[in-house]
């Protein structure tokens, strides 16, 4: 498929610069892939469209506070977006501006904090600090990451805000955004109906968010992120799988975590691949499993481990546009973003949300 099959239009003012007051007052449009109906209802209408006996899987990654603010050796000013750690000085970055560095330039992040370039490849680097303990330092002086649509600075609100009411494992760089909906009174509401909760990780970083530079789509190649399916989790979506109910993931980052546990592919172990359990047999096989995926999900896939989506509305010509058109079909989930438009919904990270049964 071509890169601009996944094209749309939408005005820059559709898109949220800030959460709502409330978090499960944010708008649902609810998807029937079967029959095509389109409805409208609010998130914390959720719960009708939940049956007892379902699995919600919910990413517990945590958001860093992994944007920093430096200079160049030359006095310019430099932004850093730490991707991910990669030895106790070593990490993988985005810097900005980019386009006249070379290896071996330093950069100064505060009096007693400097680093130096040391590669990379294409636009993400490697940077090396001259001391340990930077994580630390982050968590003090880093800011909150949030995208570059959203066109201000973050404020103390985004500190809890752009972050899950569950999050548990820190080392995402963006939010897992459909997350972002939930409350703890829903969350309680949700389990009260015998709705059982899985928690996957998956710490959202340059893969989820990296453009598509490739017109032709199947030419991209996803930048991997560390993902975690526990033996819990796994031996409960066995369970429920074979009980009837359905799997639901919250987000498209619990989506990769289910289709790479159940496909057993796009992945790169951390440890032994799978754990030994006494689990369900095939043919829907939920296996414990920890490493680094770059599964990319575009149509035509073929979806064994995700029985329904809840999503956020998402950036054209994008891997999530592109995911959730594989699992709704392109021509109904074009359908479903223009009602939305229609209908004044707000979009991206901040924006409504989506539920695709």
Not at 67 to 77: P, Q, V
Not at 153 to 177: H, I
Not at 220 to 228: A, I, P, S, V, Y
Not at 303 to 322: S, V
């Amino acid at each position: 498929m071509n890169l601009s099959e996944f094209d749309y239009s939408l005005p820059k003012s559709f898109i949220a610069q800030y959460p709502l007051q409330k978090r499960d007052r944010s708008r649902l449009l609810v998807l029937h892939r079967k029959t095509g109906e389109i409805e409208h209802a609010h998130f914390r209408d959720l719960l009708a469209y939940l049956h007892a006996g379902d699995a919600l899987v919910l990413n517990d990654t945590k958001v860093k506070r992994s944007r920093m603010f430096g200079r160049k050796e030359t006095g310019g000013k430099i932004e850093a977006l730490f991707l991910r750690q990669l030895s106790p000085s070593d990490y993988e970055v985005l810097l900005s501006p980019s386009g006249s560095l070379k290896k071996g330039c330093r950069f100064f992040f505060d009096e007693e904090i400097t680093a130096k370039l040391t590669g990379g490849n294409g636009i993400v680097k490697k940077i090396r600090f001259q001391k340990k303990g930077i994580e630390q330092w982050m968590r003090r002086k880093g800011s909150v990451p949030l995208p570059p649509y959203i066109h201000r600075s973050p404020d103390k609100e985004d500190l809890f805000r752009y972050q899950t009411v569950y999050a548990k494992k820190e080392g995402a760089v963006a939010a897992p955004t459909a997350g972002l909906h939930f409350t703890k009174s829903l969350l309680r509401k949700i389990e009260r109906k015998k709705v059982c909760f899985c928690p996957v990780t998956l710490h959202v970083g340059y893969g989820t968010f990296e453009p598509v530079r490739s017109e032709t789509v199947s030419e991209h190649k996803l930048h991997e992120e560390f993902f975690e399916m526990p033996l819990k989790t796994a031996r409960s979506l066995n369970r429920v799988r074979k009980n009837g109910g359905r799997i639901v993931a919250v987000g498209t980052t619990s989506c990769r975590v289910l289709e790479t546990s159940v496909q057993g592919t796009g992945y790169r172990v951390q440890k032994p691949s799978f754990i030994p359990s006494t689990l369900h047999p095939a043919p829907y096989l939920f296996r414990p499993m920890k490493g680094w995926t770059n599964l990319f999900v575009y149509p035509p896939y073929s979806f064994q481990g995700t029985d329904a989506l809840i999503t956020n509305f998402h950036l054209p010509k994008t891997t999530l546009f592109m995911l959730v058109a594989a699992f709704a079909g392109i021509d109904l989930i074009r359908k479903a973003y223009q009602e939305a438009v229609d209908r004044g919904y707000r979009f991206y990270s901040y924006g409504d949300a989506m539920f695709i049964l």
